[in-house]
């Protein structure tokens, strides 16, 4: 595992299924990565904010290698290692992704993804 990178995460790539038989549609997602090296930070909120008292959306910064994945807005990471982890089987959804600018043959490459936290329930089955 790359030095700073502790924490390993899975990709979901959400769908939405065909209509049930009462016209709802229900969400399922596949996983599309798995086992990837990454550190997660939690974003500052911006004081001014907090001291309205308003509700602030918690940003979380993702930085995660190879950089060559197909990893696009509205996926979820799901965080699954180590097991103590704080956010161990909490999902964030990503909504938006930036790229190193090395050449993709480059082993050094890395993704930045900014995510927040899915507030969708997820029930595992």
Do not use: K
């Not at 595992?1 to 979901?12: K, P, S, V």
């Not at 950089?67 to 161990?88: L, S």
């Amino acid at each position: 595992m790359t030095a700073g990178l502790n924490t390993q995460i899975q990709i979901w790539r959400m769908n939405t299924e065909s209509d049930d038989y009462v016209g709802g549609a229900s969400i399922t997602g596949t996983v599309v990565y798995q086992n990837i090296s990454c550190r997660i930070q939690a974003q500052e909120e911006e004081q001014l904010v907090l001291q309205q008292g308003m509700e602030t959306v918690r940003i979380f910064r993702i930085t995660c290698v190879p950089g060559t994945m197909d990893i696009r807005e509205r996926d979820e990471a799901e965080i699954t290692a180590p097991f103590d982890h704080v956010y161990y089987g909490d999902r964030f959804r990503i909504i938006s992704m930036r790229h190193s600018d090395f050449s993709t043959r480059d082993p050094r490459g890395y993704m930045i993804l900014l995510a927040n936290r899915s507030v969708r329930a997820h029930d595992q089955q």
